[in-house]
């Protein structure tokens, strides 16, 4: 067996939501890989919920050693399409690109990705998605880790409403 020094991590491409089914084939031929997640706020029939949603679709990563490792067989993997490759060897990730994902990991296992960029107040931000999609207004504040307040025009008059702050961007 070679040193674990010596391997490296590899980018692999799945079937289209097939990483998980990719993820579990590959651990069971015992390879080791590495399905990095975020958590995603679901917003479904006025309850919401939290689910952990591939960080990079349709990619994972396998850890091996090109020259003793078997790694042609992960490209036959029930869910895989190919690992990337530059001609006929696989290509590595460059160091620490890896271990940088692990280390933004919370405890259920989720990347933690950096908050939307901050807004001054007075910013103008459009709605992207529910009931005030496309409508514009002015960033006013937030009022919790999650939630934001910003200031719209509506029936000829600015109305303050709390939106969730993925729902917002710059305009």
């Not at 990079?56 to 090109?66: E, G, K, N, Q, W």
């Not at 807004?119 to 999650?146: H, N, W």
């Amino acid at each position: 067996m070679t040193p674990a020094a010596k391997k490296s991590w590899y980018a692999v491409l799945t079937h289209p939501r097939a990483e998980e089914k990719a993820l579990g084939h590959l651990q069971n031929q015992g390879y080791r890989a590495y399905l990095p997640r975020y958590a995603k706020v679901v917003r479904h029939a006025r309850r919401t919920s939290r689910s952990a949603r591939p960080l990079f679709p349709r990619y994972l990563f396998v850890s091996l050693d090109p020259q003793s490792d078997r790694w042609r067989p992960v490209r036959s993997t029930v869910g895989v399409i190919d690992i990337v490759r530059f001609g006929d060897r696989p290509t590595p990730l460059p160091s620490g690109v890896i271990d940088s994902l692990f280390a933004l990991e919370d405890a259920d296992g989720c990347v933690q990705l950096a908050h939307q960029p901050s807004l001054k107040q007075g910013s103008a931000v459009v709605v992207v998605d529910g009931p005030f999609a496309r409508c514009m207004g002015l960033y006013e504040g937030i009022t919790d880790s999650e939630r934001v307040a910003i200031l719209l025009d509506l029936l000829g008059r600015r109305v303050r409403v709390v939106l969730e702050a993925d729902l917002i961007e710059a305009a």
